[in-house]
Each structure stands twice: as C-alpha cells, then as structure tokens.
C-alpha cells in the first residue's frame, strides 16, 4: 500500500495537470516559477486541498513557500493533518520544522 505522502503527490500531480493543462515535471519543480500555477490556480488549489483533505488553510498559512513544489505541498498537507490530528492550532504546519523537505 502506498505512503500517504506517494497518494498525496500522486493526486496532486494530478490535479494540477488539470489546472495547468501539462505535465509538473518533477515534485520540486517550482510550480509558479515553472508557468504551473497562476494566482488563480493557487485559489483552487488551496479549495482543492482543504476539500480532498479534510484541513484548513489559514491566512497564516499562505505562504508561497508552502506551495512552491508538489514535494512542499505534500509536507503541508501531512503538517496540517498531523496537527488537526493531534488536536494541534490551525497554523501549526506553517511553522512546521524542515520547511519543505521529506
């Protein structure tokens, strides 16, 4: 059975081939940078993580740099549900220790 961080980036991948109408290269591709997501694109991923995952994302969560790769966005993910999980705020993934690396 696969981690819950591989079924993350494998629905997000996904989602974004949507959004971006192409393939994200690799999990650490910058996904702004890259033409991947618009500001736009950053709205419906933020509706799409908060549906398919059951958290929410705070002001203080919008940081760009929890949402510059898919490899980012899939600690956040984790952090956040770690966090409702353990009875944790609602911001405590965005001061979540490693900033982005698995």
Do not use: H, W
């Amino acid at each position: 059975m696969p981690s819950a961080a591989a079924v993350i980036e494998r629905d997000l991948l996904q989602f974004l081939e949507t959004v971006a109408r192409e393939s994200v290269r690799g999990p650490d591709d910058d996904l702004f940078a890259g033409g991947y997501l618009t500001s736009l694109g950053a709205l419906e991923l933020v509706a799409f993580l908060e549906g398919q995952y059951g958290i929410a994302v705070e002001v203080e969560d919008l940081d760009l740099d929890n949402f510059r790769s898919v490899t980012r966005i899939v600690d956040f993910v984790l952090a956040k549900r770690s966090a409702r999980e353990q009875g944790g705020s609602p911001g405590a993934a965005a001061a979540a220790p490693g900033g982005g690396g698995r």
